[in-house]
């Protein structure tokens, strides 16, 4: 499994057991949100409700990922991410246009793949998700 970094593993693990989550839409925007230039953003003292994706706790009171630390490629990154989680609609032409970074691709990539494990066509070694993430 792909992370960009020892501490984006830790992140992700790290919600993955606080969360438990067992369905792929969570665990794929989690992954992005474990991210650390979107993890370092997530505000704790928000509440996670049964709805909710650690994702989420990014949003502004408007819905809209404003947080200062974003760049844009974050931004882009945690509208992706919430496209994975809830069908948020998202330009893809804007997220690859703004991810320019072959790193935060493999991330993106890695996502989409954790979305469909077992059929995925881009689910070679680099990318083959770590199966104890799905309980």
């Known amino acids: 499994m792909y992370f960009d970094g020892d501490t984006h593993r830790r ?21 992005v949100a474990a991210h650390p230039t979107i993890f370092k953003c997530i505000d704790n003292d928000k509440e996670l409700g049964g709805n909710n994706n650690p994702i989420t706790l ?3 009171s408007n819905g809209d990922y404003s947080h200062p630390a974003l760049t844009g490629a974050s931004k882009q990154m945690c509208l992706f991410a919430a496209s994975l989680f809830n069908g948020h ?30 059929d995925s066509e881009l689910c070679s070694e680099i990318f083959k998700p770590d199966p104890n993430i799905y309980y």
Not at 14 to 24: A, F, G, K, P, T
Not at 106 to 111: D, G, H, K, P
């Open 58 to 60: 990014i949003k502004d």
């Open 11 to 31: 992140n992700f693990y790290s919600l993955v057991r606080l969360y438990r989550y067992n369905d792929v839409q969570n665990l794929s925007a989690t992954y």
């Open 89 to 118: 609609p998202v330009q893809l032409t804007d997220v690859l246009g703004n991810v320019n970074s072959h790193k935060l691709l493999q991330v993106l990539i890695q996502a989409l793949v954790i979305t469909s494990p077992t």
